[in-house]
């Protein structure tokens, strides 16, 4: 009888809990969102990455077109990366795995996760946030909600899964905006971040190497050296131009279905709308990436 009863009292606890967990619109929300902040971020990584290596690559070629041109720093150091130093490539290479991390976590939370799994993704998140310069979140904060989702054993999973996720979403929201708002100020050609200073390397190679062109004395071997500085100067501004234009609209868009997520949390009757639409943006911006990645 005693046994009867302990199973009786522990169905009892999960059918009184079972309204805790997430309704299936506010999961596909949660889920569709965290995928595309995971894509974004991941995408974000890479590009900065991306830029660097190729800034260093054009900037050999651009010595030898202009062979008196040695590109040198404050400190008299060859100055191969110009802007993209590597403690300022870091910086933003953590910004972007904070995303990455937040929507890795989500999904860990939505999704049939084991325990291991789901504990490692909250530490990476924690970890990654707290490496971010200027947060809102404090490191304390961060911890708490390591904690909620450490704290996550065997019974009554999905309920303890959506208090976590409904702690999360709204602590992390301020944050995840800010990220966006820094990405986009990278990935642009027209203010002084990532982007413009990428785009300024590519200017550089395309003059100089047009100069070379133009000249009746430049030998045979020069011509193709400057000749492969274009090609690979207007490979990466088409790269910059449609891969960036496109990076942004889905930033823009991802911090519109954050803060739909937020709502959808709080309201299981508001539409998704948004957080779909960043969904079909990340598809699109994979697609753009494998058509004009020059690296495949």
């Known amino acids: 009888m005693k046994i009867i009863h302990r199973i009786c009292l522990l169905m009892l606890f999960v059918v009184t809990s ?13 889920s569709r969102f965290a995928q595309a ?36 720093d404050d400190k008299d ?19 972007a795995q904070a995303l990455s991390s937040y929507g890795q976590l989500l999904l860990s939370l939505v999704n049939e996760t084991q325990e291991a799994e789901l504990k490692q993704a909250s530490n ?7 490496s971010v310069s ?33 702690a999360i979403v709204p602590a992390a929201a301020k944050d995840v905006d800010k ?9 642009s050609a027209i203010t002084l971040n990532v982007g413009q200073g990428f785009d300024a390397t590519i200017s550089d190679l ?13 030998s045979y071997t020069d011509r193709l050296i400057a000749s492969n500085g274009i090609k690979k100067a207007w490979e990466e501004r088409e790269h910059l131009t ?24 709080e309201d299981d009757s508001l539409s998704v709308a948004d957080i779909k639409t960043v969904g079909q943006e990340v598809n699109s911006l994979k697609t753009a990436v494998t058509a004009l990645s020059s690296d495949k």
């Open 242 to 265: 449609n891969i960036s234009n496109q990076a942004i609209e889905t930033l823009k868009k991802l911090k519109a279905a954050n803060s739909q997520l937020k709502q959808a949390l």
């Open 124 to 130: 990476n998140f924690v970890d990654s946030f707290k």
């Open 206 to 218: 395309i003059g100089k190497a047009a100069l070379a062109l133009k000249d009746t004395n430049t």
């Open 37 to 72: 902040s995971s894509d974004i971020g991941d995408f974000s990584s890479n590009e900065f990455n991306h830029f660097r290596r190729a800034t260093i690559d054009m900037n050999v070629t651009r010595i030898a077109i202009q062979r008196d041109a040695i590109i040198l």
């Open 134 to 166: 200027k947060k809102n979140m404090t490191d304390s904060q961060l911890e708490g909600l390591g904690q909620l989702v450490q704290a996550i054993g065997s019974i009554v999973v999905e309920a303890k899964k959506a208090d976590a996720v409904k």
């Open 18 to 30: 079972a309204g805790c967990a997430l309704t299936s619109t506010q999961r596909e929300a949660a």
């Open 179 to 187: 990220l966006c708002d820094l990405l986009i100020k990278d990935f």
């Open 77 to 95: 150091n060859l100055n191969l990366d110009e802007s993209l130093k590597p403690d300022a490539v870091i910086e933003r290479v953590k910004s």
